[in-house]
């Protein structure tokens, strides 16, 4: 589990995060939501310990990360798996040497561990036989795929994926949310993503958290959005009148 | 990852580095060849002079400006495109010193390469100017060699080296320094990249006179 407690971040003169607390269960997936600009992903920057924090505490099932020396941080680091907006693969490497890169850094496994492990991440997000390629050569889908193959090499315990289907049609959109959410599951991660596909938010969103302004806005999950009445949930999540018209309708059959 | 640094740093640049000593050591023989009209002068000087413009200046400092051309924006852009893309926040997430991951092979690489690449300008310059006096038949082959061998002092190598080696870290280090905090996007990037090479230039003329103040005179 991790947890966040009152978290607060400026940058220069303008405050992004503002009291930020909230706890992300094991085994679930939680998302967390708003606009573009409301400090989502400044929170997992923080949380992920790319951002130092101004005050407040991170706790990866109770060590707190921020006043952490960073020796200790890079022992917690090796358990948190990421997964990028722009999937930030090693360009210069092969989709294999890719996956292999943090078994070759942090284990001390053999080549054949390696490589087996390799193949194992490849085969469970469907990449058999593409280890060659190289990340130019893979289409957005594949690249993400890739990313995910990456994160889970070294069996994290904490997985964080940044607008994971930003860049993707709808289709392979479903096929990465219904990834992390399997991976999720099966292996009792505590996964976090930060979205504002909605499309991501009524698949997999076990636990929502939606922030606005830097401050947590709500918190629910991907039934309870539907019926909520906070104003500020409504006008980001059914803005258009299509997403509106849905919405009633939904309400009208929970009724 | 030192093998592939030295093969981008080092071997990647042995064909510019021989084309540039070659015609700049036949150049240099040429004009100061021309300049030599006073029958007090022996023909020889012609040699000695080539063989001293070459290793105390032209291949260790000259050589050392083109490369912080070509290999300092080439790492100023690597290591950009590395930071906009985030690859380097991978690095940082999976644990790893990125720092240290990124530059100490490269920075390990010029050192141990650079000088490998001016001991070879050095030779390819004297050849370019032998082959230039001697094709133009302003020179027999003995007189320039005896030239080459006059007044040559061991030491004048080990000063170009030694500023070798602090050429290769300075370009290696500003040009992974500007790469590594670009901020922004691809425009950012090539900025940041030129900058890389203006500062690495402008630093080597400066170690160029405090080194050669330290240990000429």
């Known amino acids: 589990m991790i947890s966040v407690r009152n978290i607060n971040k400026t940058f220069g003169k303008q405050q992004v995060l503002y009291d930020v607390g909230a706890d992300f269960q094991s085994g679930r997936v939680n998302l967390i939501i708003g606009q573009s600009g409301q400090g989502k992903s400044v929170l997992a920057k923080c949380m992920v310990g790319l951002h130092e924090v101004d005050s407040g505490q991170i706790l990866f099932d109770g060590r707190d990360f921020t006043s952490m020396e960073k020796s200790d941080r890079a022992e917690i680091r090796q358990e948190i798996g990421m997964l990028f907006q722009g999937s930030a693969l090693f360009d210069s490497m092969t989709v294999e040497e ?151 309708s939904l309400k009208e059959r929970i009724k | 990852m030192l093998m592939d640094e030295l093969q981008f740093i080092g071997i990647n640049s042995i064909p510019i580095v021989a084309l540039m000593s070659t015609f700049m050591g036949a150049v240099i023989s040429l004009q100061t060849a021309s300049n030599m009209d006073s029958p007090l002068l022996p023909a020889y000087t012609v040699g000695y002079i080539t063989q001293s413009s070459i290793i105390l200046e032209f291949s260790p400092t000259i ?40 530059m100490l092979p490269k920075i390990l690489a010029s050192i141990l390469y650079f000088p490998v690449l001016i001991v070879f300008s050095m030779f390819l310059g004297m050849f370019g100017g032998f082959l230039a006096l001697v094709i133009s038949d302003l020179q027999t082959t003995e007189t320039y060699i005896l030239g080459l061998r006059s007044w040559f002092d061991p030491y004048n190598i080990f000063y170009a080296l030694t500023k070798t080696v602090a050429f290769g870290f300075i370009i290696v280090s500003i040009s992974s320094f500007y790469g590594y905090y670009v901020k922004g996007g691809s425009l950012d990037v090539g900025k940041a990249s030129t900058k890389a090479v203006v500062v690495s230039s402008v630093v080597i003329l400066i170690a160029n006179f405090i080194i050669t103040k330290l240990m000429l005179l």
């Open chain 1, 98 to 248: 890719n996956v292999k890169f943090p078994l070759s850094m942090f284990t001390k496994m053999t080549k054949k561990e390696m490589q087996d492990r390799v193949d194992f991440c490849l085969e469970r997000v469907n990449l058999q036989g593409r280890n060659a390629l190289y990340p130019s050569e893979c289409s957005g889908g594949m690249q993400k795929r890739v990313g995910i193959a990456r994160a889970i090499a070294m069996n994290p315990k904490y997985l964080f994926c940044d607008e994971p289907n930003s860049g993707l049609d709808p289709k392979t959109a479903i096929v990465i949310d219904s990834l992390i959410k399997d991976i999720t599951y099966e292996y009792g991660i505590t996964t976090i993503v930060i979205t504002h596909d909605m499309n991501s938010v009524m698949e997999i969103g076990d636990h929502v958290i939606f922030i606005h302004q830097g401050k947590k806005w709500w918190e629910g999950d991907r039934h309870s959005i539907i019926t909520t009445d906070n104003p500020e949930i409504e006008a980001f999540v059914f803005a258009s009148e299509f997403m509106k018209k849905i919405r009633s």
């Open chain 2, 63 to 102: 050589i050392s400006l083109i490369l912080a051309g070509k290999v300092g924006s080439n790492i100023a852009s690597e290591i950009g495109t590395m930071r906009i893309t985030e690859q380097i926040d991978a690095l940082e997430i999976m644990g790893v010193n990125s720092i240290n991951h990124l």
